[in-house]
């Protein structure tokens, strides 16, 4: 779906308003009855934060938002509060907000809770709504500048939310790889994918093992962005889990949480969403997103529990699930990201049920290895846009639990530590800076969580644009 954001320069009588005021605001302009104050003044004076005012021929809602002594708590309130007018509105299909108050920062967190508030995902019913919010638009107050760089983050957003909802049957690599392609020509990134003989050529053995079950070859994707006033030498590179669909391979998944499992390319969904935001706002640094992609299946030549695999580094992994495939397709990518040189490398990935166990739905467990420095900026970010990072230990201890009998390593580590352990499993592949993102608390959500939404909540696009962002 698609909703537009723009400037107005005046007001007119029958526009549905969104006011930001306190209680100091001169509101004379909207000519309110006597009563319509009255309920006005005594609402805000019991410190309602958002009050709606029904005139027939339009609607007015007032924003009021309380005061948190957290500057980003009290961002993530402003993004929930325009999410929560959503249910005053839901027949809204255009809407005006004017910043009374002249708070910039809050009518843009405002903003962009309704914005990501309004997304469904409906490309697949025969049958499209009617209604729903098409237009935002904002006064003449907001820059242009801001008004066009929010609309392509929501664009981003909704662009990842879109692939990861996809179903199956629909996005398989080839269609992840194609729309990857597509966002490239909207936002101008360059991007080459690699079939499945150059993969061979390249020896990804992880990627083309968990392909061995599948029907449909494997792909693997290079998105770089590189503008010419870069103020980066050394790029930042992305990582993205493709996983388009998961079974468990031969160490077969319950049938519960299966129909789920279309969201196992979280990852690249976010990277895909980040490159797109990154290149259509222009940033000026030198970025690559690095996509491998396959399903994971099981059949008569499915890689097996028991084998070992020779990876794209040389080294060798003992296969002892076939469900922890994801580690294994990642580990190649993280390899072939040494050609470059990074600066730093981020990887995304539903990768573990043991960090959605530990931290749920609220936050993204994380690590990192030679990237003190970067981690800290990045969770810094993460708190503003309330993508939050729960960083876990990563103490050489943990090593010893994924050493192989008879390979290099193992490709898990035991029934402790599970979200750990991966990571450890992916460290064993990087020797530059280095940060490990495990989105499978976040990516997907099954109830209606603020302005994230039900389903693909787009997790992870908003925060690796502030990243990259915050190098310019």
């Not at 693997?220 to 996983?243: D, H």
């Not at 070992?308 to 699930?321: C, F, I």
């Not at 994924?402 to 035991?414: M, R």
Request: charged share 25%; glycine share 8%; with cysteine.
């Amino acid at each position: 779906m698609k909703i537009t954001l723009k400037r107005k320069l005046t007001i007119n009588t029958n526009d549905n308003l969104i006011l930001l005021i306190d209680k100091k605001s001169n509101l004379d302009f909207l000519n309110l009855s006597k009563s319509e104050n009255q309920f006005l003044k005594t609402q805000l004076k019991n410190k309602k934060e958002l009050i709606y005012i029904n005139q027939y021929n339009r609607w007015i809602q007032f924003i009021s938002p309380k005061k948190i002594s957290s500057s980003n708590l009290h961002l993530e309130n402003c993004r929930l509060l325009g999410d929560r007018l959503l249910d005053n509105i839901a027949t809204a299909k255009s809407l005006l907000i004017v910043d009374i108050k002249n708070n910039q920062t809050e009518i843009l967190a405002i903003t962009e809770g309704v914005a990501l508030g309004s997304y469904s995902f409906n490309n697949r019913k025969t049958k499209k709504a009617s209604t729903g919010l098409k237009t935002i638009s904002l006064c003449k107050r907001s820059k242009r500048s801001d008004v066009i760089e929010l609309q392509n983050i929501v664009n981003s957003v909704f662009l990842c939310r879109d692939l990861v909802n996809e179903p199956f049957s629909h996005l398989k690599a080839k269609e992840l790889a194609a729309a990857a392609k597509k966002a490239s020509k909207e936002a101008g990134f360059k991007i080459k994918t690699l079939n499945k003989q150059k993969i061979k050529q390249l020896k990804m053995g992880g990627l083309l093992a968990v392909n061995q079950g599948s029907l449909d070859p494997p792909n693997f994707s290079i998105l770089t962005w590189g503008p010419k006033n870069a103020k980066n030498k050394k790029p930042i590179v992305l990582v993205g889990k493709g996983i388009v669909y998961d079974t468990g391979g031969l160490s077969l998944k319950p049938t519960k949480g299966m129909d789920i499992m279309k969201v196992d390319m979280g990852g690249a969904g976010c990277v895909i969403g980040a490159m797109h935001a990154i290149a259509i706002n222009n940033l000026p640094m030198n970025v690559i997103g690095l996509v491998p992609a396959t399903d994971n299946r099981p059949s008569g030549n499915a890689y097996a529990p028991g084998d070992v695999v020779k990876m794209h580094s040389g080294a060798t992994v003992e296969v002892l699930n076939t469900d922890a495939e994801g580690r294994m397709i990642l580990a190649d990518a993280l390899s072939f990201a040494k050609k470059y040189n990074p600066k730093i490398v981020i990887d995304l990935a539903t990768l573990t049920g043991a960090a959605a166990r530990a931290i749920g739905h609220y936050g993204i467990v994380s690590m990192h290895q030679k990237a003190e420095k970067e981690h800290l900026r990045l969770k810094a970010i993460g708190d503003n846009v309330h993508e939050r990072l729960a960083e876990m230990p990563f103490w050489e201890d943990y090593n010893k639990l994924i050493k192989s009998d008879v390979a290099d390593i193992k490709n898990i580590g035991g029934p402790e530590a599970g979200a750990i352990t991966a990571g450890k499993f992916l460290a064993y592949f990087t020797d530059y800076p280095w940060i490990h993102l495990d989105i499978a608390g976040p990516t997907y959500v099954t109830t209606r969580y603020g302005y994230r939404g039900k389903g693909a909540t787009g997790t992870g696009v908003r925060l690796l644009y502030q990243f990259v962002k915050s190098y310019c």
